[in-house]
């Protein structure tokens, strides 16, 4: 049996949230890409790989933008109880959920956007439309 490390930090300081060796995508997160305060954001390369906290006491617009490398993945958290993140494809880009969802549904939330084809992205998790 292969042994598994995880890690879960103090989120006053979340330099690391959640490691798993020899695993990638969203069960493998290596580090907090960034902590998004503001009611705007297109995601980037930095982002692949990555978790990011959304912190806004409001509603926030996450866009995908297009030219994402192939295997991005993005876990999202939406870490107040207003700050719903929509997320949006830019021109050109399109993002699959299911029944509509196009958000975060709550506080602690947890979404993923992960490509599946050129400029297609699925949306999935604890959303809603």
Do not use: H, W
């Not at 300081?13 to 493998?28: E, F, H, L, R, T």
């Amino acid at each position: 049996m292969d042994t598994v490390q995880l890690a879960v930090v103090d989120s006053a300081s979340p330099s690391i949230a959640i490691a798993v060796p020899g695993i990638q995508g969203p069960a493998g997160l290596a580090a907090v890409a960034l902590t998004v305060s503001g009611l705007s954001y297109t995601f980037s390369s930095v982002n692949n790989n990555r978790l990011a906290l959304f912190t806004a006491s409001s509603g926030i617009t996450a866009v995908v933008p297009s030219g994402l490398a192939d295997g991005f993945n993005c876990l999202i958290v939406q870490t107040t109880a207003s700050g719903q993140v929509t997320i949006s494809g830019a021109s050109g880009v399109t993002v699959r959920r299911a029944l509509s969802s196009t958000k975060t549904a709550y506080q602690y939330a947890v979404a993923s956007i992960i490509k599946i084809g050129t400029e297609e992205y699925l949306l999935s998790g604890e959303v809603t439309a």
